[in-house]
């Protein structure tokens, strides 16, 4: 029954294309053949001819111009007239005069002239309409193809957050199916299918991911763009997958929220090289840290033994190997805490302490080095903290060589140190290069050295402020630095006071 409906009806096969010769031509055959029948034989009423000859095939010649187009219009019209002929050839009007008989000829003329112009003007819509229904069903068939073939994960939701529509990369990145009507920030890929654990989806810092967290709920609250944001996830098998997501809300032509698209990325081969790089550093520095420290050790007794020689060559010569031993074994122990970081092995052991003595004894060890720049240090008030000593030593010798470094020979340095509310606040001027705006928070990334073609380069591998802000944040304080290019930089950090 539904078969023979959907046959019937005109609506439903609307953008199919496909229009039948024979079924137009079999049904108008079969309507004048009853309407004859009815007319003449059983009504016996040929001034009835009128009403049933003309309302009827006229309908039928709408309803086959808008099923089967211009053909079906024009094969019902065509039956139609051939009728009208018949009726006037074989069923004349008794006592008849020729102007009579020429006027219904001009009517048969006229009434075909219009049913053509009908079928053809509503065969012509329907062929349009189709065309125009099937382009956009290409359109949306091509970009389903590129979605579902794209290589990463796209999540496509509406503007409440409802997933409508998903690619096959992202059941292979999450390694099983989604269940439909998900909605991101009410649940999420976390529970999608997985009934028994819903904290399968993890952050940087291993923390179970909230269904508001995921980055397409995100989005749509905050309706700005969320970018590279990195999760783990663990499969059902216990396997971690990485994975690299960004999300954007989609607006239309007037600015409304129509929808969010989320780009889901597999990073786990990266990540995986990632570790096992951290693995090599952290084994090489390992390695490399005895070595070097029995190196350390022999130079100042060879040192010692050279001096007594009196050449001068050779002190000098063994001066500068302890110096770059030295500079090396400062390198190793930076690699060393930077896979440390890595790896999550950074440890403190803390004490209590008076930080404006460190500081003052950190500025006295280095101002016999680095006696290019002059060091000053202000508000010497006694400030008490808990903390690693020695990782706070090493933040301020960072800052205090970088500020050496990055500066002229004959400028000034100025360390300052006071109470900040709760906090111990200590601030490290120079009047050197500075550093751009863009450029501040960058420089606290690991590896980031800032590269200007009009600068000279220095030499360093840019782990210094990074293994700082590490130390600083462990200890629940704040690094940042104030700058303004060519007119030097304060780096500042606070500590929590005992
Ligand atoms: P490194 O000094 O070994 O390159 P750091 O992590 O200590 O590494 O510093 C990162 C980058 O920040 C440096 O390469 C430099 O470009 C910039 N920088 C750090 N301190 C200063 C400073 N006082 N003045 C100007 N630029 C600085």
Request: proline letters at 3%; aromatic letters at 8%.
């Amino acid at each position: 029954m539904h078969r023979i409906l959907n046959y019937l009806n005109p609506i439903v096969r609307l953008g199919d294309q496909k229009y039948s010769i024979f079924f137009p031509l079999f049904f108008t055959l079969v309507l004048c053949f009853l309407i004859d029948l009815l007319v003449y034989r059983i009504l016996n009423n040929p001034s009835a001819a009128g009403l049933y000859a003309i309302i009827l095939p006229l309908a039928t010649i709408i309803y086959f111009s808008f099923r089967d187009g211009i053909r079906g219009g024009v094969i019902a019209s065509v039956i139609t007239i051939l009728f009208y002929i018949y009726i006037v050839s074989f069923h004349p009007t008794p006592n008849q005069t020729p102007e009579q008989r020429t006027t219904q000829w001009l009517t048969i003329v006229a009434l075909g002239f219009l049913f053509l112009l009908i079928a053809g003007t509503i065969g012509w819509l329907k062929h349009t309409i189709d065309r125009l229904i099937h382009q956009e069903a290409n359109e949306k068939r091509r970009l389903q193809a590129i979605l579902q073939q794209l290589p990463v994960g796209v999540l496509i939701t509406d503007s409440k957050g409802k997933i409508i529509q998903g690619n096959k990369q992202v059941e292979v990145i999450l390694g099983r199916k989604m269940r439909e009507g998900l909605t991101a920030g009410k649940d999420s890929i976390n529970n999608a299918t997985v009934k028994s654990s819903s904290d399968n989806l993890l952050d940087q810092s291993n923390k179970p991911v909230l269904p508001r967290q995921w980055p397409l709920a995100q989005t749509l609250v905050s309706k700005k763009p969320v970018v590279g944001k990195e999760f783990t996830l663990i499969s059902e098998n216990g396997k971690k997958v990485h994975l690299q997501i960004s999300a954007s809300v989609i607006k239309n032509s007037e600015g409304k929220v129509i929808a969010a698209a989320s780009i889901i990325n597999d990073i786990t081969l990266q990540k995986e090289l990632e570790e096992r790089k951290d693995d090599f550093v952290n084994m090489a520095s390992h390695e490399l840290k005895t070595p070097i420290t029995s190196m350390k050790l022999y130079m100042e007794s060879l040192l010692e033994g050279v001096k007594k020689l009196k050449d001068e060559r050779v002190t000098k010569a063994a001066k500068s190997i302890k110096y770059q031993t030295d500079r090396l074994q400062v390198l190793v122990s930076d690699l060393l805490d930077v896979s440390r970081i890595q790896t999550g092995k950074l440890m403190f052991s803390k004490e209590e302490f008076r930080l404006d003595g460190l500081i003052i004894e950190t500025v006295e060890s280095l101002q016999g080095v680095l006696n290019k720049q002059k060091i000053y240090i202000s508000g010497k008030t006694p400030i008490k903290v808990y903390a690693d000593k020695f990782r706070i030593y090493q933040v301020i010798t960072n800052l205090l060589t970088n500020a050496s470094k990055y500066s002229p020979n004959d400028s000034e340095i100025k360390v300052s140190i006071k109470r900040n509310g709760k906090k111990a606040l200590v601030g490290v001027a120079d009047q050197g290069i500075g550093i751009s705006r863009d450029q501040q928070k960058k420089i606290f990334e690991k590896l980031y050295q800032v590269t200007d073609s009009k600068e000279k380069t220095f030499p360093g591998l840019g782990m210094g402020l990074y293994i700082s802000k590490e130390i600083i944040k462990r200890h629940k304080g704040e690094i940042w630095v104030e700058s303004e290019k060519g007119k030097g930089s304060t780096f500042f950090f606070t500590l929590p006071l005992r």
